[in-house]
């Protein structure tokens, strides 16, 4: 598996809890969460890596990430870019 970095969006959410959903807006259905940061942060990076090892397993065609000033951020969220 090649390197890659992509940003992943972190959104809090409106229903009050503490943690995160995490999005990647380039690879749609990447989608995973944490209660708090230091585990959404852990959780981006697994969720990240097993989409693009399902994707180079099944001979997809791996997109460019956007650079995240083209990335519309929800209220309270935040941009992460992500190693994988």
Do not use: W
């Not at 959410?13 to 959404?40: M, N, Q, R, V």
């Not at 097993?50 to 791996?62: A, K, Q, V, W």
């Amino acid at each position: 598996m090649a390197k890659y970095l992509f940003p992943a969006i972190f959104d809090p959410g409106t229903d009050g809890d503490k943690g995160y959903i995490i999005t990647f807006p380039d690879l749609p259905g990447c989608i995973t969460e944490g209660c708090d940061t230091s585990e959404a942060m852990h959780m981006a990076k697994d969720a990240l890596e097993g989409f693009l090892y399902g994707m180079e397993e099944d001979n997809e065609i791996i997109p460019s990430p956007s650079t995240p000033n083209e990335i519309s951020i929800p209220t309270g969220g935040f941009i992460v870019i992500v190693e994988a």
